[in-house]
């Protein structure tokens, strides 16, 4: 019997071999809702007055007012909203009752008997998007004593205690987060699931909506790595690039921000780095550590050995993942990232990579201008500036996006993907307008909802919302067809490096 498996066990890791020599990824099993989920017949028993929908439903009673998402005298003029201060954002919460409706069977009602049915600490969450009509919201499931956190699993979701709800307001089309999350699951080891519910909170139809696992780590599943031990200093860690963290005891001052290569540690904006993991059980030894180790490999990438191969960047990164991150984000145009909704985390006995986040802005929908498809952005922000650099990055990146095109950056594939959520969400989409489409308006109730400028930029339909998306996607990736070896120009060779900088053997 030892033989035999011993000679299994050969042929399983021949397989694996054969298939990372010929370059052919296994698939994932990255679950897309609009193609897996039940088909359900429409319901007979019930008048159109009674709330029925094929999705799964969430409804949310707090105990008392949901808290204003600003401390008190800021908040914003309704017709300049991007204006206030990040300073002026509020993280209270509100204890309330969750109730979770997901028959695999047949629609859900509030009537119905719940799958999940718990406690929960609530708020609204998000930057700037707090400002919108349609608020995001951000719930952490608690037991009955409102402290002790409780993982919950939602439509076959890894149980946790954190969940986002995404309110897509500026995204007319409703379904960029939605796309791009499983697009990114699809590429990279790792990026939230999402699954489409409507949502009603203290008795008010709220609207289509994504349930969103934050970016954590679970023993059973999101983000895999080894758990934290706080008793040791060498640790897993997950990092957040953004704007700072609201505990000062988790901003982290790495050798990139205290010399000025990535952002200085006194500058508002974005770049700012956060430890996310460990959270409450962080030390002051990990958080040293963290620091250091991530340091290490800031300290390669700007070095003149960057590219070396023991001492350069690769000694330090997971090189497919920063890729895959990049080329993401450069072909929805999400140019949010990196310096902000940026994640990173770390294996405490791997390499760092990269996880997406928030593409609510993706595909020319940025709010304050236009983003051409005819542009390269990424390239020049953070860590990205410096791996650029090298040729044989540069390689990787065109030859990863030529393997991609045939599939997953494909119109085709593409456009197939959005009419067939469209086709899924069905009635869903009528019933969210029915509740926000006064937003298609330039004004409405006194107010400016033409928030993308110029003002053509704004669609007025969610037909026209859907040809836009389609619209840049072709027009993204004939300008990558014919322009990503332009990226070649960032690597030429650095007359410092190669007179200035003698390596032990002698050489450049």
């Not at 429409?42 to 600003?70: A, K, Q, R, W």
Request: charged share 25%; with cysteine; net charge negative.
């Amino acid at each position: 019997m030892k033989y035999r498996w011993i000679f299994v066990l050969s042929i399983a890791a021949a397989l694996v071999l054969a298939i990372a020599a010929s370059g052919v990824e296994p698939e994932r099993n990255r679950y897309h809702q609009h193609l897996e989920a039940a088909e359900k017949l429409p319901c007979t028993n019930h008048d159109g007055s009674v709330f029925c929908t094929h999705l799964p439903l969430m409804e949310i009673t707090t105990d008392g007012p949901v808290p204003s998402p600003y401390i008190q005298n800021s908040t914003p003029d309704p017709n300049d909203i991007w204006a206030v201060s990040n300073k002026a954002r509020s993280y209270d919460m509100v204890a309330a009752t969750v109730r979770y409706f997901d028959s695999e069977t047949e629609n859900n009602h509030l009537s119905d008997i719940p799958i999940v049915e718990e406690r929960a600490m609530f708020r609204i969450r998000g930057a700037s998007s707090r400002s919108l009509d349609k608020k995001n919201y951000l719930l952490k499931f608690t037991e009955e004593d409102m402290v002790h956190s409780l993982d919950v699993s939602l439509s076959g979701m890894t149980a946790d205690n954190s969940w986002a709800l995404h309110g897509p307001f500026l995204d007319k089309s409703l379904i960029r987060n939605y796309m791009c999350y499983n697009l990114a699951g699809e590429i990279m080891d790792y990026a939230p699931n999402v699954r489409f519910c409507e949502l009603f909170v203290n008795g008010e139809y709220m609207g289509l909506y994504l349930l969103t696992e934050k970016i954590s780590f679970n023993e059973n599943g999101r983000i895999d790595f080894t758990k934290t031990d706080p008793k040791l200093t060498v640790t897993s860690y997950i990092l957040q690039a953004d704007r700072g963290a609201n505990d000062p005891s988790h901003d982290l001052e790495t050798f990139g921000s205290n010399s000025y290569l990535t952002r200085p540690k006194e500058h508002a904006g974005h770049g700012h780095i956060e430890i996310l993991y460990p959270g409450k059980s962080l030390s002051q030894a990990q958080r040293d550590y963290i620091a250091s180790d991530f340091s290490r490999f800031e300290k390669a990438i700007f070095s003149f050995d960057y590219n070396h191969p023991d001492r350069g960047y690769q000694h330090y990164i997971d090189t497919k993942s920063f890729i895959d991150f990049f080329l993401i984000n450069e072909f929805t145009l999400n140019y949010d990232a990196p310096g902000l909704s940026t994640y990173l985390y770390k294996d405490v006995g791997g390499k760092l990579k990269m996880c997406v986040w928030d593409f609510d802005a993706a595909f020319d929908y940025y709010k304050y201008s236009e983003v051409t498809p005819e542009t390269f952005r990424i390239h020049n922000a953070l860590w990205f500036k410096y791996l650029f650099k090298d040729e044989a990055f540069v390689d990787q990146v065109v030859d990863r996006y030529a393997y991609l095109r045939k599939r997953f950056l494909n119109e085709e594939y593409l456009f197939q993907y959005i009419d067939d959520t469209v086709s899924y969400l069905g009635p869903a989409i009528a019933r969210n307008y029915a509740k926000w489409g006064y937003s298609f308006n330039s004004r409405y109730n006194g107010v400016n909802y033409d928030y993308l400028e110029p003002e053509s930029r704004n669609v007025r339909s969610f037909d026209e919302a859907i040809q836009q998306v389609k619209d840049t996607i072709a027009m993204r990736l004939d300008h990558m067809d014919n322009n990503l070896d332009r990226l070649y120009t960032l690597c030429h060779e650095s007359m410092n490096k190669r007179y200035n900088h003698v390596t032990e053997e002698g050489g450049s």
